[in-house]
C-alpha cells in the first residue's frame, strides 16, 4: 500500500539553526500538509499546499516557517531559526483531493531544539 | 471557535468488553468528521469519515456514527491489537483538520 515517508525520524538541532524537514508524500496525490504535535498535546494543522502554493495556514506558520515542493517527488518545511517551543513531532500529509477528503500521513520527523 | 472535546481521555477494557469512545464538536458548517487511529511513535492512521448526521460507517470491529453535536466510536469485542489513541478532527469549509486530544485505549488479554 503507497504510504508517506519522512526524513529523518530525528533531527536534533541548536536554537536558532535552521532546519529543513522532508517528505515524499503519496504518488497520485496533489493535497500536503505539515501538521505538528507537541508532546502530550493534540495534533495541530500548520499548513496546507496544492498547485504549487500555500491554500492555507494556520496562526503557527508564522514567518519563521516555509514549504517548497522543489521536485515531483519531495515536499519540505523549513524552519528558518529554530526556538526551543518548536520541539515536537512533525508530520507530512498528503491526499488524492482537497478539502474532506481523508488525508494520509507519514510516521513523523522527531524534532528537538536544544 | 470551533472546538473537538473527546472522553474519556483513557479507557481501559478487557478483551472482549465493548465501549464507545465520545467525540463533542462545535463547528461552524461541518463538512466532514473524521477518525484516525495512532499508534506510540507513529503518524495518524485514517479509519473513517462522516459527513452528516445519521450516518454509519463500520470497520471490522469498529463502527462510527455521527448526530449533529457528536460522533461516537463504538468498539465490539475488542482484542489486545486494538489498543492505540484515537483521534477525532472535524473540518469545515477550509483545508485544516482540527483534532481533538484523543482517547487513549489499552485492552488487556
Known amino acids: 500500500e503507497p504510504e508517506v515517508t519522512q526524513t529523518p525520524s530525528h533531527q536534533v538541532t541548536q536554537m536558532g539553526q535552521e532546519v529543513i524537514l522532508r517528505c515524499v508524500p503519496i504518488?497520485?496525490?496533489?493535497?500536503f500538509y505539515w501538521y505538528r504535535q507537541i508532546l502530550g498535546q493534540k495534533v495541530e494543522f500548520l499548513v496546507s499546499?496544492?498547485?504549487?502554493?500555500?491554500?492555507?495556514k494556520s496562526e503557527i506558520f508564522d514567518d519563521q516557517f516555509s514549504v517548497e515542493r522543489p521536485d515531483g517527488s519531495n515536499f519540505t518545511l523549513k524552519i528558518r531559526s529554530t526556538k526551543l517551543e518548536d520541539s515536537a513531532m512533525y508530520f507530512c500529509?498528503?491526499?488524492?483531493?482537497?478539502?474532506?477528503?481523508?488525508?494520509?500521513f507519514g510516521n513523523g520527523t522527531r524534532l528537538t531544539v536544544t | 471557535e470551533d472546538q473537538v472535546t473527546q472522553s474519556p481521555e483513557a479507557l481501559r477494557l478487557q478483551e472482549g468488553e465493548s465501549s464507545s469512545l465520545n467525540c463533542s464538536y462545535t463547528?461552524?458548517?461541518?463538512?466532514?468528521l473524521f477518525w484516525y487511529r495512532q499508534d506510540p511513535g507513529k503518524g495518524p492512521e485514517f479509519l473513517f469519515t462522516?459527513?452528516?448526521a445519521g450516518e454509519e460507517k463500520e470497520k471490522e470491529r469498529l463502527k462510527a456514527t455521527l448526530t449533529k453535536k457528536e460522533s461516537f466510536l463504538h468498539i465490539t469485542a475488542p482484542k489486545p491489537e486494538d489498543s492505540a489513541t484515537y483521534l477525532c478532527?472535524?473540518?469545515?469549509?477550509?483545508?485544516?483538520?482540527?483534532f481533538g486530544k484523543g482517547t487513549s485505549l489499552l485492552v488487556t488479554p
Open positions: 500529509a498528503s491526499s488524492e483531493q482537497g478539502r474532506n477528503s481523508p488525508l494520509h
Open positions: 504518488s497520485n496525490h496533489l493535497y
Open positions: 499546499f496544492y498547485n504549487n502554493e500555500i491554500s492555507e
Open positions: 463547528v461552524s458548517g461541518l463538512r466532514g
Open positions: 462522516l459527513y452528516s
Open positions: 478532527a472535524v473540518t469545515n469549509s477550509g483545508y485544516a483538520l482540527n
